[in-house]
């Protein structure tokens, strides 16, 4: 069984200083991928990241990037010069895949972290 | 471009009612899923779609039922509402490439239920 643990359960940060939120998963799956998605207060889900487990860099997608740290099986989102407009909810999610790589396409979430940026 | 267009936003419901949930995505993608969000547990897969014609359970299927009736459109109903259900409900849709980058679920705005 895959699980994802988000141990924050808020976090603030002053803007434009940069905040990582936590993120550690358990599989036994050999290839899977792990998600960032932000959650603004108006209730959508809003993909930020991907991550593959065979990917060999990090990936980064603007000011977001996520330290994917395999051994330690941790997928952290970090966040650069934070904005009003950062404040939400950030869910971690983890999809397994077969040994081809494609996907079965389940999302397991995490519980969330709540970021507010301070002015 | 709308993506995944969910109906409706918002609905009450009295025990024991009926409904269905109504999902639409026009992005030519292959899979479709139902979660239900409650606080302070994240979001949970309902049922899910791997291609049309096909349904699958997911993590807390029981209370539900599902219909891919086509490419596009996937509902989901709540025969005998209980008030277990009080939820927000979320439809989303992924492409199959050959590569998890490929699959990227994209989600709804969601569906807010309460039932009394």
């Known amino acids: 069984a895959q699980k994802i643990t988000q141990t924050q359960p808020g976090m603030f940060v002053q803007e434009k200083e940069a905040v990582t939120l936590d993120c550690t998963y358990d599989t036994s799956d050999p290839s899977y991928g792990l998600f960032w998605y932000k959650q603004p207060s108006s209730g959508e889900m809003i993909f930020l990241i991907y991550q593959g487990s065979y990917d060999q860099q990090n990936a980064t997608e603007g000011r977001y990037s996520l330290n994917f740290q395999k051994a330690r099986k941790s997928a952290n989102l970090v966040i650069s010069a934070s904005q009003l407009g950062d404040s939400a909810m950030y869910f971690c999610?983890?999809?397994?895949?077969?040994?081809?790589?494609?996907?079965?396409?389940?999302?397991?979430f995490g519980q969330g972290t709540i970021l507010t940026v301070h002015p | 471009n709308a993506g995944v267009t969910q109906t409706p936003k918002f609905q009450v419901l009295k025990t024991g009612q009926s409904m269905t949930l109504q999902c639409a995505q026009d992005m030519n993608h292959n899979s479709m899923y139902w979660y239900r969000q409650d606080p302070g547990m994240g979001l949970r897969l309902i049922y899910y779609?791997?291609?049309?014609?096909?349904?699958d359970k997911g993590e807390v299927p029981n209370g539900y039922n599902v219909s891919r009736l086509n490419k596009r459109e996937f509902s989901l109903r709540l025969e005998s509402a209980a008030p277990s259900q009080t939820s927000v409900y979320f439809c989303a849709s992924s492409g199959a490439g050959p590569t998890l980058a490929k699959n990227i679920q994209y989600f709804g705005a969601g569906t807010r239920l309460s039932v009394l």
């Open positions: 999610a983890m999809r397994r895949a077969n040994a081809g790589g494609t996907s079965y396409g389940k999302l397991t």
């Open positions: 779609s791997a291609s049309e014609g096909t349904t």
